[in-house]
């Protein structure tokens, strides 16, 4: 098992220009989630899925879309990016409703230049 | 929504002795009380969770108090070693998806 797994590790993007990290999961869960990690902030929700087919808004939407691709893949993108999304992003799932442990992917350190 | 504070921001203790870590919540409503670890350069892992029907929970040398009339919940790591060394976070939520996480406590645990 895999678990949680993330592509790219890292980035540099330009301002302006897009791009997608990419999420999956191989423990059959049901919720997925995008947060993203600034220092002195903890973790911010962006967007998540409660099951396959449905997204909903987090804390921090704005400047993100997502996809729900299937069960396993849950997708973050952003379409022009900004200095200010400079983050480390986290992907991470969960089995069910509220109240199940997150298992988190390794990260995505974005840089915007 | 739900405000979740973390105190303190930095913690630093001598090996063997004990960390406390606080933080306090806002919703009332809120029913799920988790702590997540993260070492540094690594992802966040759950270390021990409580819900609001119960006021302790132990697991080894960590426990988590939590005082739902108060509205604030505790991180206890006893006997510290320097493998406790990492970022802390707690996170609260209510019956949805979204957990509501704290700024981080970085403890550091001294030879």
């Known amino acids: 098992n895999a678990g949680v797994t993330q592509t790219p590790k890292f980035q540099v993007l330009k301002t302006g220009q897009s791009m997608t990290l990419q999420c999956a999961q191989d423990?059959?869960?049901?919720?997925m989630y995008w947060y993203r990690q600034d220092p002195g902030m903890g973790l911010r929700l962006i967007y998540y899925?409660?099951?396959?087919?449905?997204?909903d808004k987090g804390e921090v939407p704005n400047g993100y879309n997502v996809s729900r691709l299937n069960k396993r893949e849950f997708s973050l993108r952003l379409e022009s990016a900004a200095p200010s999304q400079t983050s480390v992003y986290f992907c991470?799932?969960?089995?069910?409703?509220?109240?199940?442990?997150?298992?988190f992917g390794p990260g995505t350190r974005l840089t915007v230049t | 929504g739900e405000n979740v504070e973390q105190h303190p921001s930095t913690l630093s203790v001598q090996e063997g002795d004990s960390a406390v870590i606080k933080c306090t919540y806002s919703d009332s409503a809120s029913n799920y009380f988790p702590w997540y670890k993260q070492e540094l350069g690594k992802r966040p892992q759950l270390i021990i969770d409580?819900?609001?029907?119960?006021g302790e929970k132990k697991d080894q040398r960590i426990a988590v108090t939590l005082n739902k009339t108060a509205k604030h919940f505790s991180l206890h790591i006893t006997e510290t070693q320097p493998e406790d060394s990492a970022v802390y976070f707690c996170a609260a939520s209510v019956y949805d998806y979204k957990l509501s996480f704290g700024a981080g406590t970085t403890v550091t645990v001294r030879a």
């Open positions: 423990m059959n869960h049901n919720s």
């Open positions: 899925s409660a099951s396959e087919g449905t997204t």
């Open positions: 991470a799932s969960s089995e069910g409703l509220a109240g199940h442990e997150q298992y």
């Open positions: 409580i819900r609001s029907n119960v």
